[in-house]
C-alpha cells in the first residue's frame, strides 16, 4: 500500500530535480514517485554513494528540490526504514545503517591450460583454513573475525533497530531516580525491578506464571549454561544430552565445563523421546519451540511423552532461545508452562535486543534454586545492576512490546526475501524452520561436503554457517542462513553468491 498516496498527483512536479544524487522525477514511472525514489536510494546505498553513517537531506528539502509533496519523499525514507538501511536519529536527521553491497565477483571462465589447478583443490584449501573438519572452541570467533561484504551468520536479531533513543530515555529516568545505596552490592539474583518485569513477560508472552523471587538474572544463556553444569555436576550428572542437530555453541559450552553431550535424533515431531530414554542419560537440552537449527516443533505426542520422562527423574533443561520470533503460525508454548518439577528454563535478550547486553535469565526447579544463586553469587556476585533497570523500565513501559513488533514486520519481510532468493539461485535447496525464528536452514541433494561450500561462500564475501557444524552424527549436507540482521538487498546478493559457490563446487 502506498501510504503517501501520491498515485494521484504523479505527474504535478514543479521542480527541476535536485543536485542530491542527481534525481530527476520526471524519470520516474507513472503512479510511482515513491517507489521510484526509494529504488534510488537503495541502488546509491548499495554502490557506496550513500555510505555507512551518511545522512539524507531533510525530507522538506528534497520535497523542495524535486517539487513533489513532503508525502512522496516521507514515504520513500519510511520504506528505506522498514528495510533497515536507513534510521531515524531525531535531530541528527535520517542517517544510512547499512553497509554498501558490492557485486559478487565474476565467476571466471575455466583456464585452457590443462595444468591448471581445478576449482575444487582452491576450495578445499580455503576449507582448511576457514572451516575445519572439527570446528574448535575458537571457532565462531574466527568467523565473526573474518571480513565478508554480507554477513548470513544466525543468531541476532536486527541490531540496526535497536531502541537507542528508547533506552537512552530509560537510562535518563533511572538514573534520575536512582538513590546512593543501589548504587552498591546487590542481590546475586538480580534487581528486584527486573526480576518482576521478566515475571510479568514472561506471564504476558510465554503462558509462564512464575513468582520474582524464582528468578535468576544471568549474563545470557551462555552462563546459564555453565551455572547448571556446575549445579547438576555437583548432584552427579556427567551427561546432558542434546539435539541433533543442535547447537555446535550450546554443545561447546556443556564440553567446558565436563559435560558429555550424547547426541539424540531429531525428527518432524522435534526431539526423539524414545531415543532419550534408551540413551539412558540423566538430562536433556531443548529448544522445544524452535528447535535450533531445523526449526521444528515439538509435538504435542513428544511433549506428553516427554512429561512422563520427567516424571520418572529426568532433568529438562529449556532453551527458550527465540520464541518469540514467530510469523506464520501460532505461538507455542514453553514446557515450563506445563512443568516446573525437575525443569530448568532459560531466555535472554540477546534474541530480542542485542546480545551484547549480556542479560538472561533462568527459572530452577525449587530443589535446585538455592545451589544455582550460590553459583551465581561465586561467578560474579550479580549482573550490572545499571542495565537491569534500564531493561526492567523498558519492559513496564511497553517499550518491548513495540520493539518485538518492529523486528517482526522487519524480520517476516527479509525472511520472505531470502525464501524468493532461495527458489531463484539455489535450485533443488530444501528450506527448514520457515514459520518462526531468524534464520532459515536449507538441505541440498547430493553428499559433498557443506564446509566446502560456506568456504566458497566466504571467498565470494558471504558469511555462512555449515549444517555439518552443528550435528554430531551425519546429516545432509546444509547451511544455516541468518536473514535478520541482513537488508533484503544484501540478503539477494549473497544468496545469489552462495548460488554461485554451489553451481562451482557440485
Same mark, same amino acid.
Given at each position: ?202 506471564a504476558r508472552n510465554r503462558g509462564i506464571r ?57 525428527? &518432524? @515431531?522435534? %526431539? ?5 530414554? =534408551?540413551?539412558?542419560?540423566?538430562? $536433556? *537440552?531443548?529448544? !522445544?519451540? +524452535? ?54 528454563? &532459560? @531466555?535472554? %535478550? ?5 546480545? =551484547?547486553?549480556?542479560?538472561?535469565? $533462568? *527459572?530452577?526447579? !525449587?530443589? +535446585? ?16 545492576a545499571l542495565p537491569q533497570l534500564v531493561l ?31 527458489? &531463484? ?8 524452520? =520457515? ?33 555439518s557444524w552443528h550435528g554430531q552424527r551425519r ?32
Amino acid at each position: 500500500m502506498n501510504r503517501s498516496n501520491d498515485a494521484g498527483d504523479d505527474r504535478t512536479i514543479t521542480g527541476t530535480g535536485a543536485d542530491f544524487l542527481q534525481l530527476d522525477p520526471a524519470d520516474a514511472p507513472p503512479g510511482g514517485l515513491s517507489d521510484w525514489l526509494a529504488g534510488r536510494l537503495r541502488d546509491a546505498i548499495g554502490d557506496g554513494r550513500l555510505p555507512l553513517g551518511g545522512r539524507l537531506p531533510a525530507s522538506r528539502v528534497l520535497a523542495a528540490d524535486l517539487g513533489v509533496s513532503r508525502g512522496v519523499v516521507t514515504e520513500a525514507y519510511q520504506r528505506l526504514v522498514d528495510d533497515g538501511h536507513v534510521a531515524g536519529r531525531g535531530r541528527g536527521g535520517t542517517v544510512v545503517v547499512a553497509a554498501p553491497l558490492a557485486p559478487p565477483p565474476p565467476s571466471s571462465p575455466t583456464p585452457p591450460h590443462p595444468a591448471a589447478p581445478p576449482a575444487r583443490t582452491e576450495l578445499a584449501d580455503t576449507t582448511d583454513s576457514a572451516f575445519p573438519g572439527v570446528p574448535g572452541s575458537e571457532v565462531f570467533d574466527a568467523l565473526r573475525a573474518a571480513p565478508a561484504r554480507v554477513d548470513l551468520s544466525p543468531g541476532v536479531p536486527d541490531l540496526a533497530a535497536f531502541p537507542r533513543a528508547a533506552w537512552l530515555r530509560a537510562e535518563r529516568s533511572v538514573l534520575a531516580e536512582l538513590s546512593a545505596p543501589a548504587l552498591g552490592y546487590g542481590d546475586p539474583r538480580g534487581t528486584p525491578a527486573l526480576r518482576t518485569a521478566v515475571a510479568a513477560w514472561l506471564a504476558r508472552n510465554r503462558g509462564i506464571r512464575a513468582d520474582p523471587d524464582d528468578i535468576i538474572i544471568v549474563a545470557g544463556t551462555a552462563q546459564a549454561l555453565g551455572l547448571l553444569a556446575r549445579v547438576l555436576t555437583g548432584d552427579g550428572i556427567q551427561d546432558i544430552a542434546v539435539e541433533d542437530p543442535g547447537s555446535l555453541g550450546t554443545r561447546q559450552h556443556l564440553a567446558y565445563w565436563g559435560m558429555g553431550t550424547p547426541p539424540i535424533p531429531v525428527d &518432524a @515431531g522435534g %526431539v526423539r523421546v524414545d531415543r532419550l530414554r =534408551a540413551s539412558g542419560a540423566p538430562a $536433556v *537440552l531443548l529448544t !522445544p519451540a +524452535h528447535q535450533f537449527p531445523t526449526g521444528v516443533v515439538l509435538d504435542g505426542p513428544r511433549r506428553r511423552d516427554l512429561m512422563h520422562w520427567n516424571a520418572a527423574g529426568g532433568i529438562v533443561i529449556e532453551d527458550d532461545y527465540d520464541a518469540e520470533h514467530r510469523y506464520d503460525r501460532p505461538p507455542v508454548a514453553a514446557l515450563r508452562s506445563m512443568l516446573t518439577e525437575r525443569l530448568f528454563y &532459560a @531466555g535472554s %535478550v540477546s534474541k530480542l535486543l542485542a546480545p =551484547a547486553l549480556r542479560i538472561g535469565w $533462568v *527459572l530452577a526447579p !525449587p530443589g +535446585h534454586r538455592d545451589a544455582l544463586v550460590d553459583a551465581k553469587r561465586f561467578a560474579d556476585l550479580g549482573n550490572a545492576a545499571l542495565p537491569q533497570l534500564v531493561l526492567a523500565r523498558l519492559m513496564e513501559s511497553g517499550e518491548m512490546e513495540r520493539h518485538l513488533r518492529l523486528l517482526r514486520r522487519r524480520h517476516r519481510r527479509r525472511r520472505d526475501t531470502m525464501i524468493t532468493a532461495i527458489r &531463484a539461485h539455489l535450485p533443488g535447496a530444501v528450506v527448514h524452520g =520457515a514459520a518462526a525464528g531468524l534464520h532459515l536452514t536449507v538441505t541440498f541433494p547430493g553428499t559433498f561436503p557443506d564446509t566446502a561450500l560456506a568456504a566458497a561462500a566466504l571467498a565470494r564475501g558471504v558469511k555462512t554457517q555449515p549444517l555439518s557444524w552443528h550435528g554430531q552424527r551425519r546429516h545432509r549436507p546444509g547451511l544455516v542462513l541468518g536473514y535478520a540482521a541482513a537488508t533484503p538487498s544484501s540478503i539477494t546478493g549473497g544468496i545469489a553468491a552462495i548460488g554461485d559457490a554451489l553451481h562451482h563446487l557440485t
